[in-house]
Nanobody
Framework: QVQLVESGGGLVQPGGSLRLSCVASGFTFSKYRMSWYRQAPGKERELVVTITSDGSSTTFADSVKGRFTISRDNARNTVYLQMNSLKPEDTAVYYC?????????WGQGTQVTVSS
């Protein structure tokens, strides 16, 4: 079965950095685009970034452009989210997402807290 497992969240001060990882299994990872979403307390889940199956193209939310980067290692079935210049408003649970054969799959989420 499809599984997405995130890691790398934590508490960081404003201006700091974190790298999230998402390890995928149960499907041919290299054939699917991957996304990161986030959900802050009291807010709807929002799309942060999407990367194409071969990593050649990415689409970022305006709120994170220039600060976040995404990459993937198809040999390791892993997608990464590098987050720099973090702000308190980046505080949220971050989810890895894939749509595989017309079904939506989510990881369990990893908490990112940006606070001094």
């Amino acid at each position: 079965q499809v599984q997405l497992v995130e890691s790398g969240g934590g508490l960081v001060q404003p201006g700091g950095s974190l790298r999230l990882s998402c390890v995928a299994s149960g499907f041919t990872f290299s054939k699917y685009r991957m996304s990161w979403y986030r959900q802050a307390p009291g807010k709807e889940r929002e799309l942060v970034v999407t990367i194409t199956s071969d990593g050649s193209s990415t689409t970022f939310a305006d709120s994170v452009k220039g600060r976040f980067t995404i990459s993937r290692d198809n040999a390791r079935n892993t997608v990464y989210l590098q987050m720099n210049s973090l702000k308190p408003e980046d505080t949220a649970v971050y989810y890895c997402y894939a749509r595989v054969i017309f079904r939506d799959y989510w990881g369990q989420g990893t908490q990112v807290t940006v606070s001094s």
